[in-house]
């Protein structure tokens, strides 16, 4: 079964996103001194997650301009890192919102269905773009490989955090996107703490996937450098785990 086209989407939308992929290729031509590795890697059926790491709001431009397929997020509601302007484009492909502190179930059931019907699905483990270095997966990834039979695409994506640095000084970032071996499907059994632990275990994995791809001194909780793990201590706590959502939006 090839990757599908989710049937939420209409020709309305597969018109809008046919245009906003002309202009992120062209945007990354442009602005960026782009490589992609291994893109001979990606599996031509589905159904597929897509996991990267998460260092900038541009990421899932990224994975736009590398997967030449139907291709389907979920994210976070709020992107508080991110230029006004630059917010509008995920509403204009259109994903699946997880807004903050209210649960991502009708998230996670969108993305599910995209799955079960052969799709792919990017996801950024790590839940937002706080950092950059990698960090621990929060459960959500985990549980819809379990729940779908998804193998997993970990992809590393580096340099674009150098993005606007270097259009300020007048050159452009060299990006990698370095594309690894997909892995699974996985599997949990088990209920309640049992099944949480596996689903953790599980998320351990994916991000050590992600690891290899970006470079040592980003690979934070993952890397094998003793110094490298101990620097980046404090920087899986989640920024919005106290606040309200209607704070996250001011």
């Given at each position: 079964?090839?990757?599908?086209?989710?049937?939420?989407?209409?020709?309305?939308?597969?018109?809008?996103?046919?245009?906003?992929?002309?202009?992120?290729?062209?945007?990354?031509?442009?602005?960026?001194?782009?490589?992609?590795?291994?893109a001979e890697k990606i599996p031509h059926q589905g159904p597929l997650l897509i996991v990267a790491n998460h260092f900038h709001f541009a990421d899932p431009l990224?994975?736009?301009?590398?997967?030449?397929?139907?291709?389907?997020?979920?994210?976070?509601?709020?992107?508080?890192?991110?230029?006004?302007?630059?917010?509008?484009?995920?509403?204009?492909?259109?994903?699946?919102?997880?807004?903050?502190?209210?649960?991502?179930?009708?998230?996670l059931r969108g993305a599910e269905d995209v799955l079960r019907a052969g799709g792919a699905v990017g996801i950024f483990p790590e839940g937002g773009s706080w950092?950059?270095?990698?960090?621990?997966?929060?459960?959500?990834?985990?549980?819809?490989?379990?729940?779908?039979?998804?193998?997993?695409?970990?992809?590393?994506?580096?340099?674009?955090?150098?993005?606007?640095?270097?259009?300020?000084?007048?050159?452009?970032?060299?990006?990698?996107?370095?594309?690894?071996?997909?892995?699974?499907?996985?599997?949990?059994?088990?209920?309640?703490?049992?099944?949480?632990?596996?689903?953790?275990?599980?998320?351990?994995?994916?991000?050590?996937?992600?690891?290899?791809?970006?470079?040592?001194?980003?690979?934070?909780?993952?890397?094998?450098?003793?110094?490298?793990?101990?620097?980046?201590?404090?920087?899986?706590?989640?920024?919005?785990?106290?606040?309200?959502?209607?704070?996250?939006?001011?």
């Amino acid at each position: 079964m090839s990757i599908s086209q989710s049937n939420s989407r209409g020709p309305a939308r597969r018109a809008i996103r046919r245009l906003l992929r002309l202009i992120i290729h062209c945007a990354f031509r442009l602005l960026t001194r782009l490589e992609i590795v291994g893109a001979e890697k990606i599996p031509h059926q589905g159904p597929l997650l897509i996991v990267a790491n998460h260092f900038h709001f541009a990421d899932p431009l990224a994975l736009i301009r590398v997967f030449p397929g139907p291709l389907e997020f979920i994210g976070g509601a709020q992107m508080p890192f991110a230029p006004r302007l630059v917010r509008a484009l995920p509403k204009l492909w259109g994903y699946h919102a997880v807004h903050r502190g209210t649960g991502a179930r009708d998230a996670l059931r969108g993305a599910e269905d995209v799955l079960r019907a052969g799709g792919a699905v990017g996801i950024f483990p790590e839940g937002g773009s706080w950092a950059s270095v990698l960090r621990p997966a929060r459960p959500g990834t985990a549980f819809l490989a379990v729940r779908t039979g998804a193998r997993i695409l970990p992809i590393g994506i580096d340099g674009l955090v150098d993005l606007l640095p270097a259009l300020f000084r007048g050159h452009r970032a060299r990006v990698i996107v370095h594309i690894g071996e997909a892995v699974g499907p996985f599997e949990a059994s088990g209920r309640g703490r049992e099944r949480r632990i596996q689903l953790d275990e599980i998320g351990e994995t994916i991000m050590k996937c992600i690891a290899p791809l970006i470079p040592p001194e980003r690979r934070g909780y993952y890397s094998t450098d003793p110094q490298v793990r101990a620097a980046a201590k404090g920087t899986e706590i989640y920024p919005w785990a106290t606040r309200r959502t209607d704070e996250q939006e001011t």
